[in-house]
């Protein structure tokens, strides 16, 4: 495979021709313009937008309401749902445990609904019906998605037990963000090591979770890479061929490119596995080390304009966007499996 010049070149491009953020010292005071000019702007901003054609003004009025409501997304989510639900799933949704899990719950006879214990595979739960956990009313949590710029020497996990600090505490307090009273079950979607930094998703949404982390999803990742020396051209070609071999099989890389041509030891490198440290064996396998090791790309997301160990709710936008990627790539795979289907011999009459 030699280099391939799509999503891994078009987002370094961008990342490299990126300015830094200027100081507040160095930020010049805008002038303020009178209220002639002001007004005048205003006019000229209404004809402007009086000569678009009507779908141009529906095409801006979506774009305005797309950006409001993504700013509000969560302020506005509500913890409830609005059509019938199978038990299992209102019990993951609740927090209480995972959809497997819950289905030994619900055998175990420790939920009622509306009073009446129920046991039942299957049962479906009604919109205003009262469940309960061994007397305990449960509701649903709203759905969080949260994008961290994860900061090296934290923890991807929910709780260390050596005491080390985790992600989980960069995001503390954030159930009082949406005005929500009990803390949220909240968990990261994959693993960034230790000293690994970047974008990294959390969420409540385990279902979500699920499809991005499974290895048949083939969820695209990009690394920016620096290492203790140049990658030889050699070296970067046997990555892009596919030829290094290590312990769990040949490391297959999407593509590999140099997002600084200045500087060879800095390689951007797009993945789909989810194998432990595979960046890392990868370049240690071949003689070097990697110094620095940054996500800049999970799932179509990035950490532009988000400081290093600051996070973001997800706006409306991208949440759909990351449901419609889960969706293309179960439809994908279903493809895969039909082919394979039609692809078995009929037998001879």
């Known amino acids: 495979m030699g280099l391939n010049k799509t999503i891994i070149n078009s987002y370094f491009s961008l990342y490299m021709k990126r300015k830094p953020e200027k100081t507040v010292s160095e930020k010049k005071k805008v002038p303020i313009k009178n209220t002639a000019s002001s007004k005048g702007s205003s006019d000229a901003s209404a004809q402007d937008h009086n000569k678009l054609s009507d ?7 979506r774009t305005r309401q797309s950006r409001t409501h993504g700013k ?4 506005n989510q509500k913890s409830s749902y609005h059509t019938e639900m199978r038990l299992n799933k209102f019990l993951a949704h609740a927090g209480v445990a995972s959809r497997r899990k819950a289905d030994e719950i619900i055998r175990s006879g420790k939920i009622t609904v509306n009073g009446q214990v129920v046991t039942e595979m299957g049962y479906k739960v009604m919109p205003g019906d009262q469940v309960r956990y061994q007397g305990k009313l449960l509701s649903i949590e709203p759905k969080i998605y949260v994008l961290l710029n994860k900061p090296k020497d934290y923890i991807t996990t929910v709780k260390d037990e050596k005491g080390r ?3 989980m505490d960069l995001i503390k307090g954030i159930h009082e963000k949406i005005g929500y009273k009990k803390a949220l079950r909240l968990y990261p979607v994959g693993r960034l ?7 990294l998703l959390i969420t409540n949404d385990g279902e979500m979770s699920q499809q991005l982390t499974h290895p048949s999803m083939e969820i695209k ?17 046997k990555i892009a061929d596919g030829q290094v071999i290590l312990e769990d099989g040949p490391a297959v890389v ?11 030891s800095e390689v951007g490198l797009e993945i789909h596995t989810g194998k432990n440290r595979f960046v890392r064996r990868l370049f240690e396998a071949l003689g070097y080390e990697v110094v620095k090791l940054d996500r800049v790309y999970f799932a179509g997301l990035t950490k532009k304009d988000l400081p290093r160990g600051k996070w973001r709710f997800l706006t409306e936008f991208e949440v759909r966007m990351l449901k419609a990627l889960c969706n293309k790539q179960k439809r994908k ?8 289907n039609y692809a078995v011999p009929l037998s001879s009459a």
Do not use: C, M, W
């Open 55 to 61: 779908d141009s003004k529906k095409k801006l009025e």
């Open 72 to 75: 509000s997304l969560h302020q």
């Open 165 to 167: 600090k985790t992600v």
């Open 193 to 199: 090591d230790r000293n690994t930094t970047g974008v």
């Open 221 to 237: 990742k990009i690394y920016h890479v620096f290492l203790n020396k140049k990658l030889s051209l050699a070296d970067f070609q």
């Open 254 to 264: 999407d593509e590999i490119a140099f997002p600084n041509v200045k500087d060879k």
């Open 333 to 340: 795979l279903a493809g895969k499996y039909i082919i394979i």
